[in-house]
């Protein structure tokens, strides 16, 4: 029924910009929990940010404050990731995951409460 799929990774050099594109299915993004993580080699899986479904501002995680932005257009049922100043620290395979629920904020981080996941986009930041 539902399905995730993310896309626009690929190679980019450091200091440069990659946008991600993650396109919902099944239902619609303007009732959906949305968040982006990312997992880098050798790395635990870590959340960039998330979107609550009864909307307001993107939430990000400290480690992108500043260089990341999420943004969601409903009318296209898409999520966005926009990446800029990219570091090689950020080279990692970035997921697009979906909650039906409208989650209290303890669980907005909680990778367990995302119940639908894209396959992932590999973004690498290199020369």
């Known amino acids: 029924q539902v399905q995730v799929e993310e896309s626009g990774g690929g190679l980019v050099r450091p200091g440069g910009s990659q946008r991600l594109s993650c396109a919902l299915s099944?239902?619609?993004?303007?009732?959906?929990?949305m968040a982006w993580l990312r997992q880098a080699p050798g790395k635990e899986r870590e959340f960039v940010g998330v979107v609550r479904r009864r909307g307001g501002p993107a939430i990000l995680a400290d480690s992108v404050k500043g260089r990341f932005t999420i943004s969601k257009d409903n009318t296209k049922n898409s999520l966005y990731l926009q990446m800029s100043a990219l570091e090689p620290k950020d080279t990692a395979v970035y997921y697009c995951?979906?909650?039906?629920?409208?989650?209290?904020?303890?669980?907005?981080?909680?990778?367990?409460?995302?119940?639908?996941w894209g396959q992932g986009t590999q973004v690498t930041v290199s020369f």
């Open positions: 995951a979906a909650s039906v629920e409208d989650l209290i904020t303890s669980r907005l981080w909680n990778a367990r409460e995302y119940d639908y």
């Open positions: 099944g239902r619609s993004l303007s009732t959906t929990t």
